[in-house]
């Protein structure tokens, strides 16, 4: 007889971990910047907008996959798909994606881990803006230091995972997302009312043609078609697992707006800390990825109280990473108790020694690997990165998609009444010409500008 599957304990507690999921880097680090470089206010509305007509569809398609199946994606496919038919490859692909992307998420998280604890034990105090890019560039070039803070990250996922779904993953994803929800509205207050706050808030929330005129609208609507895309970890199954774990109480639609909505919440309010505070101590909020690790540093340094909030907002962004390693350390744990009939003790030791091993390239590749150079030219990490980002998760999503509503797959009468059991908003089967003959184009879209 098969053993009863753990599910999470509570409606809240789904949501929370789901949104914890998608919550991560991505809102924080790269949505200010990718909205910097193009325009501001019109790209947020864009990107809005490719939630609602993108992102909610296939986050359903995938949380139906795992509530139907009651399995990790490859026991899911196998579950629904036609009898002789090979959809369950897949389910191996988005497994190994989920292993590369934790490969150098990890080594991020323990860039946010490392300067939360820079900021607590007052590194900051006192340097000037040269020594602040030197703190970052130095801890880049000590594979120690990196090693430390990426194995906290991977032992502490670990050993949450190792209490199990509701008294590991639950409890701990519930704690961090009130604390991250409780500092991120601190930290915003606090960035809108700092001097010369206003032009960082009208950049942001007042459309001016005149902001993306440089850029080109088309290409500020790509950049927001694929933010609000990759902004829900859509298409290597990491949400899937979720939809696995819940009850048929509520309406798939309804929860996926949820999930949704926290996650565009905290994107939105990340911008609210970072593009007042820029403009206020004149800073260009356009500054890519060194936006986190150096500029904004340098404005906590010359702000009051500035370790203080230099602190609160590297916690906030340890949370934001933290909840999301632990939701795709569970697809990981979940998959080998499905596929290999393992215990969880047993999948989370395996997995964490794995992980432990995998994740050393990528933060090698900034110092004793800093000479190997992979996809077009890319660093570890990045090529790492072009991968998952790319290649798996639009081309992940595009299957999941056909999976869903065509008869080759599980079936647009079986998807839609998946969806549509339970509480809550209905999803109306009008709208299956839309995902078989227009969504499938705005992927490829994507697709093909992530490779150009």
């Not at 599910?7 to 949104?19: D, H, K, N, T, Y």
């Not at 629904?80 to 991020?108: D, I, Q, R």
Request: with cysteine; hydrophobic share 50%.
């Amino acid at each position: 007889m098969e053993k009863k599957r753990e599910g999470f304990g509570s409606r809240l507690g789904f949501i929370l971990v789901s949104a914890g999921c998608a919550i991560g880097i991505g809102n924080v680090w790269k949505f200010p910047y990718v909205a910097g470089q193009n325009g501001g206010a019109i790209f947020v509305l864009f990107y809005l907008l490719f939630l609602v007509i993108m992102g909610i569809p296939v986050l359903t398609m995938e949380l139906a996959i795992g509530r139907a199946s009651r399995k990790t994606i490859i026991k899911a496919y196998k579950k629904l798909e036609p009898e002789g038919s090979k959809w369950h490859l897949h389910g191996w692909v988005c497994l190994a994606g989920c292993y590369l992307l934790m490969m150098y998420y990890t080594t991020v998280a323990g860039w946010m881990v490392a300067y939360f604890w820079k900021f607590l034990t007052g590194a900051f105090n006192n340097v000037d803006g040269d020594q602040i890019a030197t703190i970052f560039t130095d801890m880049l070039a000590d594979p120690v230091e990196m090693t430390t803070f990426m194995f906290i990250v991977v032992i502490a996922g670990f050993l949450v995972l190792s209490f199990g779904v509701q008294n590991g993953l639950e409890r701990a994803n519930k704690i961090m997302m009130i604390g991250l929800l409780a500092l991120i509205m601190i930290l915003a207050v606090n960035s809108v009312t700092l001097p010369n706050a206003v032009k960082g808030i009208s950049f942001y929330l007042l459309p001016n043609i005149d902001n993306v005129r440089h850029v080109g609208i088309g290409k500020v609507i790509t950049a927001a078609m694929n933010q609000a895309f990759f902004t829900l970890s859509l298409g290597i199954a990491a949400m899937e697992i979720f939809g696995s774990y819940i009850s048929k109480e509520h309406t798939l639609r309804g929860e996926a707006i949820k999930i949704t909505a926290l996650d565009t919440f905290v994107a939105f309010m990340a911008g609210l800390i970072v593009f007042p505070a820029c403009f206020s101590f004149d800073v260009q909020p356009d500054q890519g990825p060194s936006l986190i690790f150096i500029i904004l540093p340098n404005v906590f340094t010359h702000m009051a109280g500035g370790r203080i909030w230099g602190t609160l907002f590297f916690l906030f962004m340890t949370f934001a990473s933290f909840s999301t390693v632990t939701a795709v350390f569970e697809n990981l744990v979940g998959s080998a108790m499905d596929n290999f009939k393992w215990d969880r003790t047993k999948a989370v030791v395996i997995n964490c020694i794995f992980m432990l091993v995998a994740s050393m390239p990528c933060l090698l590749g900034y110092n004793v690997l800093s000479n190997v150079h992979l996809i077009g030219g890319r660093d570890i990490l990045d090529s790492e990165d072009f991968i998952v980002s790319n290649l798996m998760l639009p081309i992940g999503s595009l299957i999941f998609l056909l999976f869903c509503v065509t008869k080759y797959g599980w079936g647009a009468d079986k998807f839609f009444g998946e969806i549509n059991t339970g509480e809550g908003r209905q999803s109306s089967t009008k709208l299956l010409p839309y995902y078989r003959f227009v969504l499938p184009v705005l992927i490829l879209i994507i697709l093909i500008t992530g490779l150009i």
